[in-house]
C-alpha cells in the first residue's frame, strides 16, 4: 500500500534533451585531455587518429546493443538493469556498486580536474603541475592543489543545483550542451580556415615516451579512448525519465553517439594540424596548447575559458545521471536503501546526489592518469558483460530486435565485446597495480553484496511486513 503514495520518478525527458545528455557526458575530459598523452605513447599521428577512430566504431556498436536492451528493458539503471536480468542480482549490483566509484564518482573527478586546468591558462596556481603536495607509490599516486580544490568547489555547486528537480537542470544542461556543441565546432571551423597551422603536421611521428611494445600500448590507450567516448549509455540511466522510451532512447544514443564521433575526429585532426605531436606530448590542457598555436594569445583565452564551460556541461551531465542508478539499485533493495528516497517537491534522489558528490570530490585527489585507467578498465568489463548478453537474450520469444542490432548477427555487439576481452588482458598484463585496484573494487562490492544486501533481502523475503 505504501507504494502508491511514494514519489516516482516522472517521464518528462523528450528527445532534445535525452541527446544532449548522450552528448554531453561523453563531451569533455577524454577529448580535451587525451591527444597530449596519446601523442608521447604512440608517437604517430595516423595511429592517433586512428584510435580515436576505433573507438568511434566501438561506441556506436555498444550504443546500439543498449539500444536494444533499454527497448526490452525501460527501467532507469543501465547496466544494473541489464546485468540483473542476464545474469543475477549478484552481478548486477557489482555493477551498481562498481559505477558508483568508477562510472560516475571517477569520471565527475577528472572531468572536474580538467576544468581546473583549462581555467589554469588565466590562474596558474590551478594547473595539475603546480600541486601543493604529492605521494605515489609505484604507477599510484594521490596529489593536492589548487586544481583539486577548484575541482571539488565545481562538484559542489552542481551537486547542490540538481537537488532541485530534473526539469531545472535539464534547462541548465541544455544550455551547456548547446554552449559546448557550438564550441567545438566553433575551434574546428576557425582552426582550419584562419588558424595559423600546418597540414604538414599530420606527417611528423614523435619520439614515444612509452617502453610498452606498440600493440600492447595501443590497447592501454583505448582505455583512455573508452574514458573519452563513455556516455554513449547515458539515456538509459534516466528510462523512466524519458517519453516514449522505446523510440526516444535507440534515437538518443545513436544521434549522440554519431555527432560525438565527427566531433572527435575533426577535433584531433585540428589539434595535429595546429602543433606537432612532439610539442604535444603529456599535455593535459590540450586544447589550450593548440588554440595558442592557431590563434595567438588572445585567441586561446577566450577557447580556454569556452572549454572551461564545456567541461562544466560534462561535469554536469554525470551528476545528474549517476545517482538514477543508485535511487535504481535502492528500489531494488540493493543500495543504501536511503539512495532511494525522492524529494517529495523536487522529484528528485537527493541522498544519492549527495552521496556520489562527497565521493566524487574525495576521488579528484587522486593521480588524473590512475583515474583515467581505473575508469576504462572497470567501465569496459561490465559494458562488456551487458552487451555480451544480447547473444542469448536474442533467444526470448517476446524479445524486441532492432533492425541495427539483427544485421550480420552477432556482428555488432562482437564489435564491442572482442575489443573489451583484448583491454581485460592488456590490462592485467602491462597496468598490474590499477587491475589490482579495479579487482579491489570488484572484491568489495561482492562482500558489500554477501555480507550485508543480501542477508536483508532474505530477512525481507521471510517478514515482508
Known sequence: MATSTTPALLRRLGLFSATALVISNMVGTGIFTSTGFLAGDLGEPWLVLGIWLVGAVIALAGALSYSELGVNFPASGGEYVYLTRAYGPTLGFMSGWVSFFAGFSAPVATAALAFSNYLGYFFPALRQENIWFRRTWGEIGIEAGGAQVAAAALIFVFTVLNLFGVEFIARIQNTLTSIKVLVMVAFIAFGLAIGHGDWSHLGQAAVRTSATPLAAQF??????????????NAATYIAEELKRPERTLPMALTIGTVAVAVLYLLFNI???????????????????????????????????????????STVNAMVTIGPRLYYAMAKNGAFVPSAGYVHPKWR??????????????????????????????????????????????????DWQKLPAVSFAFPLVPMLFVVPGVWLVIAGLRFAPLISAAAAATLVSGALVYRYWVLPKRRQAAEDPL
Open 219 to 232: 590497447a592501454l590507450s583505448l582505455f583512455w579512448i573508452y574514458v573519452g567516448y563513455s556516455g554513449w
Open 348 to 397: 528528485t534522489p537527493v541522498v544519492a546526489i549527495l552521496f556520489q558528490g562527497a565521493c566524487a570530490m574525495l576521488m579528484t585527489l587522486v593521480n588524473f592518469g590512475n583515474l583515467m585507467t581505473y575508469i576504462g578498465y572497470l567501465l569496459n568489463l561490465f559494458a562488456m558483460l551487458a552487451v555480451a548478453s544480447l547473444l542469448w537474450l536474442r533467444r526470448r520469444p
Open 270 to 312: 585540428v589539434f595535429i594540424y595546429a602543433v606537432p605531436l612532439e610539442q604535444m606530448k603529456g599535455v593535459l590542457a590540450i586544447g589550450s596548447l593548440t588554440a595558442q598555436a592557431l590563434f595567438g594569445p588572445e585567441g586561446a583565452a577566450v577557447f580556454s575559458a569556452l572549454l572551461a564551460v564545456s567541461l562544466m
